[in-house]
């Protein structure tokens, strides 16, 4: 199921403009639909393994995922 960059942002206690910024430089892997990305599960939990984030996000679980 995709999700929206607003569901992405709340997950990982981050701004929507961040996600959006991520996306767009090809650093959060994402598909663009006119002017909003839709990011899969699969590619966010591989982001978050290969790029280790400060402990304010690190209670996301991985495998809540």
Do not use: N, W
Request: no cysteine; aromatic share 6%.
């Amino acid at each position: 199921m995709p999700l929206t960059t607003s569901q992405v942002a709340k997950m990982l206690g981050l701004h929507e403009k961040s996600i959006a910024r991520a996306a767009k430089l090809g650093v959060l892997k994402a598909q663009r639909f006119g002017r909003a990305y839709m990011f899969q599960l699969a590619d966010l939990r591989e982001y978050l393994v290969t790029h280790p984030r400060p402990s304010r996000v690190a209670h996301v679980d991985l495998h809540a995922l």
